[in-house]
């Protein structure tokens, strides 16, 4: 069964300095992976996506990831933090063509906190 | 363009009571899901479906239960409310697992 690691639940960072956020994730067969972000009582909104095709997934607000199967990892990354960047981040893994396909497993979160 | 639409958005339950919470989704996705948050534990699945007539347990299944008679429409029933249900619950719905998921605004429960 695939399953995900976050491997911080709260990052600080200073605004204007870059962000780093840790997911990895365990999956028997070629996964999916996204990170999602969510504002203090807010929805989930897509940051990125990875699906097989470049291992360097750009997002949106100037975020990316980087796929690494050697590592089972999908670290988040940002060159410069806004306050806006505030929020709690999740990593996800979808699986394809197993038993478990269909299944769509949340870690367990990062927050974010950005200082000024 | 409604997407996923959840309904209620705010219920309060008194212990032993039952409910369905409502999911719908207009963008004739095959896959469905939904899941539970609670604070600072991320986002559980508790159970999912992979077309209509088709739904399997996620990860905190028990308490609950769901059916998919149509594509549109996924709701999640509770037949005994216990406190331990009082979450946030958030349907979603996907075309693929290539694609991602489209979120509901969430349905906030608690019971009391």
């Given amino acids: ?116 | 363009n409604a997407g996923v639409t959840q309904t209620p958005k705010f219920r309060i339950l008194k212990i032993g009571q039952s409910m369905t919470l409502q999911c719908a989704q207009d963008m004739n996705h095959n896959y469905m899901y939904w899941y539970r948050q609670d604070p600072g534990m991320g986002l559980k699945l508790i159970y999912y479906s992979v077309g209509a007539g088709i739904t399997d347990k996620g990860e905190v299944p028990n308490g609950y239960n769901v059916s998919r008679s149509t594509t549109e429409y996924f709701p999640l029933r509770l037949e005994l409310a216990a406190p331990s249900q009082t979450s946030v619950y958030f349907c979603a719905s996907s075309p693929d697992t290539y694609t991602e998921a489209f979120f509901g605004q969430g349905t906030r429960l608690t019971v009391v």
């Fill in chain 1, 1 to 116: 069964a695939q399953s995900v690691t976050q491997l911080d639940s709260h990052v600080s960072v200073s605004e204007g300095t870059p962000v780093l956020l840790r997911c990895n994730y365990s999956s028997s067969y070629s996964p999916s992976l996204f990170w999602y972000v969510q504002h203090p009582n807010k929805g989930l909104q897509l940051l990125l996506k990875y699906t097989s095709a470049a291992t360097l997934v750009k997002g949106i607000n100037g975020f990316e990831a980087e796929f690494k199967k050697s590592e089972t990892s999908f670290h988040l990354t940002k060159p410069s933090a806004h306050m806006s960047d505030a929020a709690e981040y999740f990593c996800v893994v979808s699986d394809h063509g197993s038993s478990n396909t269909g299944k769509l497993i949340f870690g367990q979160g990062t927050t974010l906190q950005v200082k000024p």
